[in-house]
Nanobody, 123 residues
Framework: QVQLVESGGGLVQAGGSLRLSCAAS????????MGWFRQAPGKEREFVSG????????YYVKSTKARFTISRDIAKNTAYLQINSLKPEDTAVYHC????????????????WGQGTQVTVSL
């Protein structure tokens, strides 16, 4: 059974940085891709970044590209999302998800989801 577990969220002041982790277990992921989504209160879950597991090709949306960096460690089955220069509007629950289509911004493209990690950015 594939499981995804996020960690690394927390309360941080605006301008700070966080590195989120997503540990995957219960399968082999070389033919998959990892996506990071976030969901703020009262808003839809939105795609922020993705990475193909084998090739490491990265994908970003325009609004996050300058401050977000996605990476993965194949040996550890773990993906990361580095967020710099955090802003209050980055406050959300951040979820990682696993699916066959690298870089897809569509939630329906992903088969497995983690429970999420809360990121709260204060002024």
């Amino acid at each position: 059974q594939v499981q995804l577990v996020e960690s690394g969220g927390g309360l941080v002041q605006a301008g700070g940085s966080l590195r989120l982790s997503c540990a995957a277990s219960g399968g082999t992921f070389t033919s998959y891709a990892m996506g990071w989504f976030r969901q703020a209160p009262g808003k839809e879950r939105e795609f922020v970044s993705g990475i193909s597991w084998r090739a490491g090709t990265t994908y970003y949306v325009k609004s996050t590209k300058a401050r977000f960096t996605i990476s993965r460690d194949i040996a550890k089955n773990t993906a990361y999302l580095q967020i710099n220069s955090l802003k209050p509007e980055d406050t959300a629950v951040y979820h990682c998800a696993l699916g066959p289509v690298a870089g897809s911004p569509n939630k329906e493209s992903y088969n497995y989801w983690g429970q999420g990690t809360q990121v709260t950015v204060s002024l």
